[in-house]
């Protein structure tokens, strides 16, 4: 038996973002051209950029040339600001500040949209727990505690900080 067959897929294309249908069912007349279904691929032609659909979700697909990243190295000591060594930054630097005990902020204006920012946070060998979370457009907030989970000055040691923002 041979494997050797060929198919031709299309995606769907159309302006703009793909949005999710209101129903299941595209043949009841509330579909729109955008609308993607779970497995099917859909290309913007105003940005390129291709989507699919997974469950509820409609996710990026491909290259990762047009999203922004900033990958940083950050310790933090005593009552100091964070510091971060950076690796990559095409989202445009910030301004790291100390609010509290094992409370620090990355400010940059406008740089962390809603729906479209994404972090990784890894503590690599310091004993502890980090979270971080998009705040606002502006705000990245880092928390820190000790191994008992008390806020705690000290954890950010060499710590990996990747932010990801999506066109």
Same mark, same amino acid.
């Given at each position: 038996m041979s494997c050797d067959r060929y198919a031709r897929m299309i995606i769907k294309t159309g302006q703009?973002?793909?949005?999710? =249908?209101?129903?299941?069912?595209?043949?009841?007349?509330d579909w729109i051209d955008t609308d993607? !279904?779970?497995?099917?691929?859909?290309?913007? *032609?105003? @940005?390129? /950029?291709v989507y699919t659909r997974? #469950? *509820? $979700?409609?996710?990026?697909?491909?290259s990762s040339s047009n999203i922004s990243t900033q990958h940083l190295l950050v310790s &933090? *000591?005593? @009552?100091?600001? =964070?510091?971060?060594?950076? #690796?990559?930054d095409n989202i445009g630097g910030g301004t790291?500040? !100390?609010i509290?005990?094992?409370? !620090? *902020?990355? @400010?940059?204006?406008?740089? #962390?949209?809603?729906?479209?920012?994404? /972090?990784?946070?890894?503590?690599?060998?310091?004993?502890?727990w980090i979270r971080a979370y998009r705040a606002s457009d502006d705000v990245i907030t880092v928390l820190t505690f000790n191994t008992s989970f008390?806020?705690? $000055?000290?954890? /950010?040691? &060499? @710590?990996?900080?990747?932010?990801k923002v999506i066109p």
């Open positions: 703009g973002l793909p949005t999710i =249908p209101v129903s299941a069912d595209h043949r009841n007349g993607i !279904y779970e497995g099917e691929q859909y290309q913007d *032609t105003d @940005t390129g /950029l997974w #469950f *509820t $979700d409609i996710v990026l697909v491909g &933090q *000591t005593s @009552t100091n600001a =964070p510091t971060a060594t950076q #690796f990559e790291w500040a !100390y509290g005990v094992g409370s !620090y *902020t990355l @400010t940059n204006v406008g740089a #962390f949209p809603s729906g479209k920012t994404s /972090l990784i946070v890894n503590n690599g060998i310091k004993n502890g008390v806020a705690s $000055d000290g954890v /950010l040691d &060499q @710590t990996a900080l990747i932010i």
